[in-house]
C-alpha cells in the first residue's frame, strides 16, 4: 500500500506565495514521474507541472515563471512552489505519482493524494 499526503495549502493573498509538499509512504520502491493537478469550483482537473525521475519539468502555460516544481527522491517528496498567486490559482492541489511498490509491478501504477486547498483573496 501506498500514500500520498500533502500539505502546504492555506489563504494566500494575490502576488504572495506558498510551497505545497506531498511526501509518498508505504511500499515504495521507485518513483518515476511526480506531478501536480488542481481543480477548481465548477472546473476540470488539470495538470499544473510535472517532473519526470531525471528532473526534467513541464509546466502548464497559465503556471509558467511562476510555478516551480522539484522533487527530494531521498524523501519521496515533491514540492510545489507558487508565486505570484494570482485569484485564478484558489483551487484544490492534487498530488500524482507514478510508484513502482515492493514486490509489485515494474512499472508502477499512479497513486493521488487526497487534496490541499490553496485559497487566493485580499
Known amino acids: 500500500q501506498v500514500q500520498l499526503a500533502e500539505t502546504g495549502g492555506g489563504p494566500v493573498q494575490p502576488g504572495g506565495s506558498l510551497r505545497l509538499s506531498c511526501v509518498a509512504s508505504g511500499s515504495v520502491a521507485s518513483i518515476y514521474s511526480m506531478s501536480w493537478f488542481r481543480q477548481a469550483t465548477g472546473k476540470q482537473r488539470e495538470l499544473v507541472a510535472a517532473?519526470?525521475?531525471?528532473?526534467?519539468?513541464h509546466y502548464a502555460g497559465s503556471v509558467k515563471g511562476r510555478f516551480t516544481i522539484s522533487r527530494d527522491n531521498a524523501k519521496n517528496t515533491t514540492y510545489l512552489q507558487i508565486n505570484s498567486a494570482q485569484l485564478d490559482d484558489a483551487a484544490v492541489y492534487y498530488c500524482?505519482?507514478?510508484?513502482?511498490?515492493?514486490?509489485?509491478?515494474?512499472?508502477?501504477?499512479?497513486?493521488w493524494g487526497e487534496g490541499t486547498l490553496v485559497t487566493v483573496s485580499s
Open positions: 500524482n505519482m507514478h510508484i513502482a511498490t515492493i514486490g509489485g509491478d515494474l512499472y508502477g501504477t499512479a497513486h
Open positions: 517532473i519526470t525521475s531525471s528532473g526534467s519539468t
